[in-house]
């Protein structure tokens, strides 16, 4: 499972990576190689640039379709602009050095590239080559995201992180449950079952072989209309809330552990359930992916509401 920096990057570079490759393009011909763009604070250089930009490649490397596009052309440099400019304040409040921070967490990526970038065969150091990088420019690259990232959390207080808590935790978006279930469509092998109360008799009769004692695994696979029942037997481990039909959400929550559910209704079929486990995450367990939530979108209005003041093309 990725490290949750690295959710970080490739969020970014997945939803912004597609903005990188525009400095170069933008400013070709018509900027100096010292300085192809300016901004409150400081200057991005050609050089600079195609490293950011290379860098974005080795975490994307589909960008390349889209070098010629206009928008992402004009978006490139603020994006970089942007995070020379939250480092920069990022190293301004934590004043230590986050090298060694940043130096474990590239050798943890190394250690999970084979799992994230096995379609294309080719190694990290063939990667790291072909785009002209080093690591050490890899790792710098990290330290300024660990910067950045430290900006926006020292902007977010125990207080309101407790807050968000209590009212997620209100609507049981921190439980996890261990659910076996059995699905019933509407719709039988691609046709409308013209009576619903059809589909009721035959759950109402599946509830009653599995309190009966009938083999669940059996059941669901017989008679779930879930493809996923073939693979894992209608049990579903350490399952969030959010993934769960909606339609039946209440009815799971109240439902007692161990006790096998009535027919549940849901807008496409019936469902029935049976509650093995339910773990609810404490705040301490909950608080980092907190703020993780509210670094996005600290990074989003920055973008949009904060960077326009820094940011201008020369």
Not at 107 to 122: A, I, L, Q
Not at 188 to 217: M, Y
Request: with cysteine.
């Amino acid at each position: 499972m990725k490290s949750r920096w690295l959710r970080f990057i490739l969020a970014i570079c997945l939803g912004v990576a597609t903005l990188v490759m525009a400095g170069l393009l933008l400013a070709s011909g018509s900027a100096e190689e010292e300085g192809i763009t300016h901004y409150q604070g400081g200057t991005i250089t050609r050089t600079e640039h195609s490293t950011y930009l290379s860098i974005m490649q080795f975490y994307t490397p589909g960008i390349s379709q889209k070098l010629n596009q206009d928008k992402f052309q004009q978006s490139a440099l603020r994006e970089h602009v942007a995070s020379n400019i939250l480092a920069a304040r990022g190293r301004a409040i934590t004043q230590d050095s986050q090298q060694a921070l940043a130096e474990q967490q590239w050798n943890e990526f190394k250690k999970s590239y084979s799992d994230s970038f096995s379609y294309s065969g080719v190694s990290v150091e063939e990667r790291l080559r072909d785009l002209a990088l080093t690591e050490r420019e890899m790792i710098s690259y990290i330290e300024d995201q660990i910067y950045g990232r430290s900006y926006f959390k020292s902007k977010v207080t125990e207080e309101a992180l407790q807050k968000d808590y209590q009212l997620n935790e209100a609507e049981h978006n921190f439980d996890t449950y261990d659910i076996r279930q059995i699905y019933l469509s509407f719709t039988a092998n691609g046709s409308k079952i013209a009576d619903k109360s059809e589909t009721l008799l035959h759950a109402n009769e599946i509830v009653r072989q599995w309190k009966a004692g009938a083999d669940f695994t059996d059941l669901a696979k017989r008679y779930s209309d879930d493809p996923s029942v073939a693979q894992n037997g209608g049990f579903y481990q350490q399952s969030p809330i959010y993934t769960l039909d909606s339609d039946i959400k209440d009815e799971i929550v109240r439902l007692d552990l161990h006790t096998v559910s009535e027919p549940l209704l849901a807008e496409s079929g019936y469902y029935m359930v049976q509650v093995e486990g339910k773990h609810t995450q404490s705040y301490e367990e909950a608080r980092e992916s907190l703020r993780d939530s509210y670094v996005q979108k600290a990074y989003t209005a920055f973008m949009t509401d904060e960077l326009p003041k820094f940011f201008s093309l020369n």
